[in-house]
């Protein structure tokens, strides 16, 4: 008689994650695009205000109406309110005011430095290490988000846009990391409504600038700061959460290199922007970069010794 080999399989993610990483990189594709529409109507400072009162209201309902609170610690209210500042507060500010200057598919090109950090800080801080196929993926992905900045015009000079670019990257790649260790314990859709409320709170100094701002802009600016927070605020931060809360954020950030192709063909769509055949070769491989960074490194299973058979057997 002989032991069979035991089979290691590696589990793949549940068809929810997959759905909130899919309407999270959708979402957030369609902010670039609607950001630069109403960029012109507001300060970067007002459009993060009115974004975040809105993803403040809209979120706190859903948290607030028939959902228990956890209390967090002394160390996750910490951990919370980095997340906020640096996520909802900073990055919207520096991504909006970078937009005054860089089209939306540079722009989304220059943040998506973000997922690289974020794979690096968490194999470093948050000790998830770093994947073989997560590094290679992120490596691949992001030289196809560099070919779609080149091909869309992109300076990769040190302009003023391209430095509010790193900045947003660098307070994305902050905030994720601060909010991972929270999910731990926390509601995902609470801890997205404090961060959110946080980051308001951090740009109430702009609530000048956002009511000047709302005196003079048509409707379309209006419906662009609602479409802001109900929709990459309210939605996107929160699949984003629920999906972060169950898989590593180096691997989910890596997720996040959809965006730009995605807001190449949304410009497509909405300006009649005909991107470059070199932006739709570096979609191309950065769809190939996510792809590889699904992969899991084999592991090969420790063979079992065979029971040797005796003659009464």
């Known amino acids: 008689m002989t032991t069979p080999e035991p089979q290691t399989k590696t589990p793949g993610l549940s068809t929810g994650v997959l759905v909130a990483i899919v309407i999270t990189v959708l979402a957030w594709a369609s902010a670039f695009i609607v950001i630069r529409g109403t960029g012109p109507y507001f300060s970067g400072g007002a459009l993060a205000l009115g974004r975040l009162l809105v993803g403040t209201v809209v979120l706190g309902v859903v948290v607030l109406?028939?959902?228990r609170w956890v209390w967090p610690t002394r160390r996750e209210w910490v951990y919370i309110a980095v997340f906020g500042v640096a996520w909802f507060g900073g990055y919207n500010v520096a991504l909006n005011i970078a937009e005054h200057t860089l089209d939306a598919g540079t722009t989304a090109m220059l943040v998506n430095i973000g997922p690289i950090l974020i794979a690096l800080g968490a194999g470093i801080f948050l000790r998830e290490g770093i994947q073989k196929w997560?590094?290679?993926g992120a490596g691949i992905a992001f030289v196809g988000a560099v070919l779609i900045g080149v091909a869309t015009g992109a300076s990769l000079g040190l302009s003023v846009g391209v430095?509010?670019?790193l900045l947003a990257a660098v307070t994305y790649a902050t905030g994720v990391l601060f909010q991972k260790p929270t999910l731990r314990r926390l509601p995902a859709a609470q801890v997205t409504w404090m961060g959110c409320v946080i980051g308001a709170i951090a740009c109430l100094p702009f609530s000048g600038d956002l009511i000047a701002g709302l005196?003079?802009?048509p409707v379309n600016g209006w419906l662009g700061i609602l479409y802001l927070g109900a929709i990459p605020t309210s939605v996107?931060?929160?699949t984003w959460a629920y999906a972060l809360a169950r898989m590593p954020a180096g691997q989910l950030g890596v997720s996040t290199y959809v965006v730009?192709?995605?807001a190449i063909v949304l410009g497509l769509?909405?300006?009649g922007e005909v991107p470059p055949a070199l932006a739709i070769v570096g979609g191309a491989i950065c769809l190939v970069g996510v792809a590889v960074s699904r992969r899991k490194s084999r592991r090969v299973a420790t063979p079992v010794p065979k029971r040797q058979e005796s003659l009464a057997e």
């Open 65 to 67: 109406v028939g959902r």
């Open 215 to 217: 005196r003079v802009a």
């Open 236 to 238: 996107a931060f929160s």
């Open 269 to 271: 769509i909405v300006f």
């Open 260 to 262: 730009p192709p995605l």
């Open 163 to 165: 430095l509010w670019c």
């Open 134 to 136: 997560v590094a290679i």
